[in-house]
T-cell receptor, first 115, second 111 residues
Framework: NAGVTQTPKFQVLKTGQSMTLQCAQD?????MSWYRQDPGMGLRLIHY???????DQGEVPNGYNVSRSTTEDFPLRLLSAAPSQTSVYFC??????????????FGNGTRLTVT | QKEVEQDPGPLSVPEGAIVSLNCTYS??????FMWYRQYSRKGPELLMY????GNKEDGRFTAQVDKSSKYISLFIRDSQPSDSATYLC???????????FGKGTRLHILP
């Protein structure tokens, strides 16, 4: 049981490049989300999904796209990378929607640098 | 005012001491309160989960929620060097699918 798997672990991009951060979970979790973690800023929610085919915006969605075509996968796309998107990105999943005693399980993060 | 406020520390205490970590919040609709522990270069892991007000104990860890004051605490008894990590509080509203995190407190337990 791998839990939440994020790839790649590290990535360096040039300004303007695009890329997709991958997230997969093997726990049949309904809810998945993406956070970014910056020094002094804590974890900030980018996008989340309460099930396949359903996504919604979090606190800091600009510059990122998501889709949820399967229960297992929730990729995060950077459309045109900017230095302000240098961060550590965490994917998380939980059994059901929040408010149902359903804690988040986190991956180990993708460290992204945009030059 | 941010929805969740947490002192970033760092907080250094000697081994064996009682540690108190705290968060305040502004959204009175929050009903679910969590504490996560994050080791360096790892993802956060859930420590405690509390619904509404009151106390919850799990081994050396006790979580307290005071909704009237919009204040939550995590106490660690008999602290160990292995407790050195960043502790993040988090909370959510039953009407909303978002979990909001505090900035995290870096804790160092000195042997």
């Amino acid at each position: 049981n791998a839990g939440v798997t994020q790839t790649p672990k590290f990535q360096v991009l040039k300004t303007g490049q695009s890329m997709t951060l991958q997230c997969a979970q093997d726990m049949n979790h309904e809810y998945m989300s993406w956070y970014r973690q910056d020094p002094g800023m804590g974890l900030r929610l980018i996008h989340y999904s309460v099930g396949a085919g359903i996504t919604d915006q979090g606190e800091v969605p600009n510059g990122y796209n998501v889709s949820r075509s399967t229960t297992e996968d929730f990729p995060l796309r950077l459309l045109s990378a900017a230095p302000s998107q240098t961060s550590v990105y965490f994917c998380a999943s939980s059994y059901s929607r929040q408010g149902n005693n359903s804690p988040l399980h986190f991956g180990n993060g993708t460290r992204l640098t945009v030059t | 005012q941010k929805e969740v406020e947490q002192d970033p520390g760092p907080l250094s205490v000697p081994e064996g001491a009682i540690v108190s970590l705290n968060c305040t919040y502004s959204n009175s609709a929050f009903q679910y309160f969590m504490w996560y522990r994050q080791y360096s270069r790892k993802g956060p892991e859930l420590l405690m989960y509390t619904y509404s007000s009151g106390n919850k104990e799990d081994g050396r860890f006790t979580a307290q929620v005071d909704k009237s004051s919009k204040y939550i605490s995590l106490f660690i008894r008999d602290s160990q060097p292995s407790d050195s990590a960043t502790y993040l509080c988090a909370m959510s509203d039953y009407r909303d699918d978002k979990i909001i995190f505090g900035k995290g407190t870096r804790l160092h337990i000195l042997p």
